[in-house]
């Protein structure tokens, strides 16, 4: 059973304009929710995250978005970058259960 | 602070042959933690360690694996009598236990070709 999904494996957007890249879960027990963006021949890198006592967490270009009703979050970036082409994963925690389930990542391509 | 390190980079082994990784987590770090990723798939649970106690192991892992982290320090990931499906890119990460959003610091990862 995937408690974290990434429906979409790839997207493609032109430079400058909006990437929203989306994420399911099933485990309600889950309180953080995590982004990670990683390069080829690299680790994961922490992007974003978000409690689930919040709807929206802003950083810079990179806003999250949680819906908890419909155990639905989603990664915006605006304006796209072309150093933005990464794969994408989402992770969720539960509290002091010491790890993190991931998504299956999507890949984002930004052309310039 | 260089970050987690792992090594080796890569490794090339036969069926049947054992290999260890090694681990170095962010040194103040007291949580550590093993990823198994294949192609086209999320980061998969493995194991993690608080300072030097295994405190859970995926029931997906064969007694093959088996990880140490003997003392709260680095850490060793061994594969005993490697099979095909072992091959993958093997990840180490580290975070602090007082961080409760489990943020995780990721290393560069080995990547396990097993012939």
């Known amino acids: 059973d995937q408690q974290v999904k990434q429906n979409s494996p790839s997207l493609s957007v032109q430079e400058g304009r909006i990437s929203i890249l989306n994420c399911d879960y099933t485990?309600?027990?889950?309180?953080?929710f995590l982004w990670y963006k990683k390069y080829p021949a690299e680790g994961p890198t922490f992007l974003i995250s978000i409690s689930s006592i919040k709807d929206k967490n802003e950083d810079g270009r990179f806003t999250v978005f949680l819906n908890k009703s419909a155990k639905h979050l989603s990664l915006h970036i605006v304006p796209s970058q072309p150093g933005d082409s990464a794969v994408y994963f989402c992770a969720a925690s539960v509290p002091n259960a010491g790890k993190s389930t991931f998504g299956d990542g999507t890949t984002l391509t930004v052309k310039p | 602070d260089t970050g987690v390190s792992q090594n080796p980079r890569h490794k090339i082994t036969k069926r049947g042959q054992n290999v260890t990784f090694r681990c170095d987590p962010i040194s103040e770090h007291n949580r550590l933690y093993w990823y198994r990723q294949t192609l086209g798939q999320g980061p998969e649970f493995l194991t993690y360690f608080q300072n030097e106690a295994q405190l859970e192991k995926s029931r997906l892992l064969s007694d093959r694996f088996s990880a140490e982290r003997p003392k709260g320090s680095f850490s060793t990931l061994e594969i005993q009598r490697t099979e095909q499906g072992d091959s993958a890119m093997y990840l180490c990460?580290?975070?602090?236990?007082?961080?409760?959003?489990?943020?995780?610091?990721f290393g560069p990862g080995t990547r396990l070709t097993v012939l």
């Open positions: 485990n309600s027990m889950f309180d953080y």
């Open positions: 990460a580290s975070s602090l236990v007082v961080d409760p959003t489990d943020t995780q610091y």
